[in-house]
């Protein structure tokens, strides 16, 4: 039988700026990252996949990306968010193909495939990532009068 | 939290705006604004009216975070209510220095861009976690910034003001962060908050982007205005209470957001 895996209940999510997610998982109380790649698997997961379903869908997403390394990578990141009581097998059939509700971040136009990967993060660096500079802010106009010159 | 009235700007659902005198033309949307990209008089009024107003705004959010969240730690609610004062205070003096220069309260049109963001946040970290940590975070670089273009100009009297005001900003956004290091020890779930606060502010900031050749009610074209540049100030950013780890942060997003614009951000 296929491995079979789904993402453990209770856990809590928020949005990284560049597509990825920090994960709480109040039963161990660690914060983990999860790059762009990884939150798409972790989407996913939120139904019961198998590894092939996972490799699959990289593979379609990522054209650039080989079967082989990608199901290396998948294997290596399921062990890691097993590890980290973010995973657990299943047994059984998985949910199905792919939910159009659960499909992760879209890579951007042109992104070349990255391998997923999970970081556990120390309080200061959860609060070093959940960072909004004002030049970010300052896109929506000329926020706080602080513009200067370059128009007549 | 009792329900609260909300709008949408360009597909986004922020919180209604608060009640105003009939003196202020409240507007939606930056293009809608007369924000100048110069020191001239009417640009240095429509500078102080601006921040005259901004001012406001933060009395307003940090008194609408006490009244919202009466069961907030007491030490916090105190914090906020001096923030109200400081705030209060601002704009006052503020207000003093635009009318000193010719200026008059609604002589330019105002926005709420900061209290509809922040008082969408239905916790009170998360609150704190966009008025002081995030908007206040980047306003104590502003200010830096601002205390030097006003010297420049000639108009040491407001660089003064703008000086002031950054010292008490610098201590809004210090307990703020203090709450969020203590927070992580009693109540780490609480600090993902923050993640999903900054992602809020993030993603309204992107809808309100203009678009290429978008002019706003000066006749300014918004896309060829020199919004930004690097600009994160380390010394009050660490009297701020954010660590080095934090700073240098900031400086590595500034730093990838010049490298990406094509020429709004200089």
């Known amino acids: ?152 | 939290m009792e329900p609260i009235a909300t709008k949408v700007v360009r597909g986004v659902t922020l919180r209604a705006d608060p009640a105003r005198e009939p003196c202020f033309r409240v507007v939606q949307d930056p293009s809608q604004l007369a924000d100048y990209a110069d020191m001239s008089e009417t640009a240095r009024r429509q500078r102080l009216h601006k921040h005259v107003h901004n001012e406001m705004q933060s009395m307003e959010m940090a008194a609408q975070t006490l009244a919202d969240f009466p069961d907030a730690p007491w030490e916090l609610r105190m914090s906020l209510a001096r923030q109200c004062w400081d705030e209060a205070r601002h704009s006052r003096v503020l207000h003093r220095r635009l009318v000193e220069v010719g200026g008059r309260r609604g002589e330019f049109p105002v926005m709420n861009f900061e209290w509809s963001i922040t008082c969408m946040a239905d916790s009170v970290w998360a609150r704190i976690a966009i008025q002081n940590r995030t908007f206040e975070g980047g306003e104590i670089d502003l200010l830096k910034r601002l205390v030097r273009i006003w010297k420049e100009a000639g108009d040491t009297e407001t660089a003064e003001i703008l000086d002031g005001v950054l010292a008490d900003e610098i201590e809004h956004v210090r307990f703020s962060n203090a709450w969020f290091k203590r927070l992580g020890k009693e109540n780490p779930a609480a600090l993902l908050k923050v993640g999903a606060a900054v992602h809020f502010v993030r993603s309204v900031a992107r809808a309100l982007e203009p678009k290429e050749g978008e002019t706003n009610a000066a006749g300014v074209d918004l896309t060829a205005f020199e919004h930004v540049e690097v600009l994160v100030s380390p010394e009050d950013r660490r009297l701020a209470g954010f660590s080095d780890a934090e700073i240098e942060q900031a400086v590595l997003q500034e730093t990838a957001i010049v490298a990406t614009s094509t020429g709004t951000i200089r």
């Open chain 1, 1 to 152: 039988m296929a491995n079979t895996y789904v993402a453990v209940t209770g856990l809590e999510a928020a949005p990284l700026a560049d597509g990825g997610a920090v994960i709480f998982s109040p039963k161990t109380g660690k914060f983990v990252m999860l790059n762009r790649t990884a939150e798409r698997l972790w989407t996913r997961l939120q139904a019961a996949r198998t590894e092939d379903d996972l490799v699959a869908d990289l593979c379609r997403t990522y054209t650039d990306a080989g079967a082989d390394p990608v199901r290396r990578d998948v294997q290596a990141v399921l062990e890691s968010l097993r590890g980290l009581d973010l995973v657990r097998p299943q047994l059984g059939v998985a949910d199905g193909g792919p939910s159009a509700a659960a499909q992760g971040t879209s890579p951007r136009d042109g992104e070349a495939y990255a391998a997923p990967a999970a970081q556990v993060l120390g309080e200061e660096d959860l609060l070093k990532v959940f960072q909004l500079t004002a030049a970010e802010i300052s896109v929506a106009g000329c926020w706080w009068a602080g513009c200067r010159t370059g128009n007549p």
